[in-house]
């Protein structure tokens, strides 16, 4: 079975400091990580993914993850925070075998602060 | 483009009623999931359809959900018998495909309250 943590489900930082957002996975193989933001009333948009090939994965809004494998974890960077970053990010692994479904973290919520 | 869409935005219904949830995915995409968003909590997988067959239904909480879909086209996702607990969020997604690969597009969601 696969899993996701995301640890701190509230994480506030400053305009213009660095943010990281922490995932950590558990998974029989190869995984595929995801992370999506979900804006208030709004869905959740791509941000970012690793499939195969380089580890570090460049996504939108100048935010990037970087996938160790020795440390099953897939954490998200920005090093610099802005006031729209604020949402909540949710960390995904997808499937084993057909299908696709993914599994989800708690989520983080960021806050920036002025 | 259009996105997924998903009706209605918020639902709120009393203990016992049954309910149906829509899906529009994106048109051409052969997949289509349902997750669902408990408050607080991250998303949990409910359903997946390829076309039209549901070769995946493990995550369905109770045999009172059930879900259906018009060939590449509309979902439909029925709860019957409402309790407390289904109030959640409910999202839907849709892909090219179903491989590992495919980006998943969600729709805003439907806000349901069992009061």
């Known amino acids: 079975a696969q899993s996701v943590t995301q640890l701190g489900s509230h994480v506030s930082v400053s305009e213009g400091a660095l943010v990281l957002l922490r995932c950590n996975y558990s998974?029989?193989?190869?995984?595929?990580l995801f992370w999506y933001v979900q804006y208030p009333n709004q869905g959740l948009q791509l941000l970012l993914k690793?499939?195969?090939?380089?580890?570090l994965v460049k996504g939108i809004n100048g935010f990037e993850a970087e996938f160790k494998k020795s440390e099953t974890s897939f954490h998200l960077t920005k090093p610099s925070a802005h006031m729209s970053d604020a949402a909540e990010y949710f960390c995904?692994?997808?499937?084993?075998?057909?299908?696709?479904?993914?599994?989800f973290g708690g989520g983080t919520r960021l806050m920036v602060k002025p | 483009g259009a996105g997924v869409s998903q009706s209605p935005s918020n639902k709120v219904t009393e203990k016992g009623k049954d309910v149906e949830l829509r899906c529009d995915p994106i048109?051409?995409?052969?997949?289509l999931y349902w997750y669902r968003q408990r408050l607080g909590q991250g998303l949990e997988f409910l359903i997946y359809?390829?076309?039209?067959?549901?070769?995946?239904k493990s995550g369905l909480p109770s045999d009172r959900f059930s879900a259906e879909r018009t060939g590449e086209s509309v979902s439909t996702l029925t709860i019957q018998r409402t309790q407390q607990e289904d109030s959640a969020v409910y999202l839907c997604?849709?892909?090219?495909?179903?491989?590992?690969?495919?980006?998943?597009?969600f729709g805003p969601g439907t806000r349901l309250t069992v009061l």
């Open positions: 997604a849709s892909s090219l495909g179903s491989r590992s690969y495919n980006e998943q597009f």
């Open positions: 998974s029989s193989v190869p995984p595929y």
């Open positions: 690793y499939t195969t090939g380089a580890t």
């Open positions: 995904a692994v997808s499937g084993v075998g057909a299908g696709n479904m993914l599994t």
């Open positions: 048109s051409g995409h052969t997949a």
């Open positions: 359809f390829q076309g039209n067959s549901a070769p995946d």
